[in-house]
């Protein structure tokens, strides 16, 4: 039975009304979720908890049980928002899907990776503690659940052979690849081929950099929960980075996000 479509405010422990535990899904901005939200109001309704300042969407979307939100952009703020999916709604698992700058000399605008593991690549409390490692945590890299990663990135690969050439001829991109590895984490919109060239010389493995995945990763890593995360290429981190990403982000990045999802999420009902 659908879920009342009744927005409640402040309710710190919600009563979550899934069968399931959920699974956690979040972005950092509206458009990297695409029609998410309102696939899950057709599908099931959805209950809107706010808390912490987010809205935390509660239902079921591709058959799937869920808790849907926006991390807004940055470090804190994913680590705030993955927190509260952890803590308040008992999620069993995090994925998050957005854009990023592709730094990797093989990833174009278009492409899309899915993270094998996340560093911050702006921490460094070195000499104390070795570049990018959390002091008192002695990790550097997160590892993304391998399940997850490999069921997003079958995702991915039915997505590009069902689509790729239609969705490349619709947005005058190439066809879309989907690469797996490093992904790179900091405060930081990189915006110039010398900052790629500073990514690329200290961590020569990275396929993209964005704002919030290895912040999520961390959060995940530290309370035990699993979590994944996939980023479509919206710019390549130079100085063309921001109209490239505003223009992906507006136009495609909705479109991929549906792609993606709607056949993870099919896929985990029947497995
Ligand atoms: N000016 C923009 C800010 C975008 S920040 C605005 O006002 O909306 C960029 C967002 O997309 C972040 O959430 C980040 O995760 C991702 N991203 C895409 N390209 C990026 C790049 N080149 N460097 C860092 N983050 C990038």
Do not use: W
């Amino acid at each position: 039975m659908p879920v009342a479509d009744v927005p409640v405010t402040d309710m710190p422990v919600p009563d979550v009304p899934l069968p399931h535990r959920p699974l956690g899904i979040l972005a950092a901005l509206p458009q990297e979720l695409g029609d998410l939200i309102e696939a899950m109001r057709a599908e099931s309704g959805v209950r809107t908890v706010t808390h912490g300042q987010r809205d935390y969407h509660l239902g079921t979307v591709h058959g799937a049980p869920c808790v849907v939100t926006l991390a807004r952009i940055g470090k804190v703020a994913a680590a705030a928002t993955v927190s509260a999916l952890i803590h308040v709604f008992d999620v069993q698992a995090v994925i998050f899907t957005g854009v990023a700058g592709g730094v990797g000399a093989q990833v174009r605008v278009g492409d899309i990776v899915v993270a094998n593991e996340l560093v911050q690549h702006d921490l460094d409390a070195s000499p104390l503690f070795p570049r990018f490692e959390v002091p008192l945590l002695g990790v550097s890299r997160f590892a993304a659940n391998a399940a997850l990663a490999n069921a997003l990135a079958a995702a991915c690969e039915r997505f590009v052979t069902e689509e790729g050439a239609v969705v490349a001829a619709r947005f005058g991109t190439r066809e879309p690849r989907v690469h797996r590895g490093l992904i790179v984490s900091g405060d930081r919109f990189v915006a110039s081929a010398a900052a790629v060239i500073a990514l690329r010389d200290a961590l020569p493995d990275a396929l993209a950099v964005e704002m919030e995945g290895a912040a999520i990763a961390q959060v995940c890593y530290e309370y035990g929960v699993p979590c994944a995360v996939v980023r479509t290429i919206s710019d390549t981190a130079d100085d063309h980075a921001p109209a490239s990403f505003v223009s992906f982000l507006t136009e495609i990045a909705g479109a991929y996000s549906n792609a993606i999802l709607k056949r993870f999420l099919e896929a985990k009902r029947v497995s």
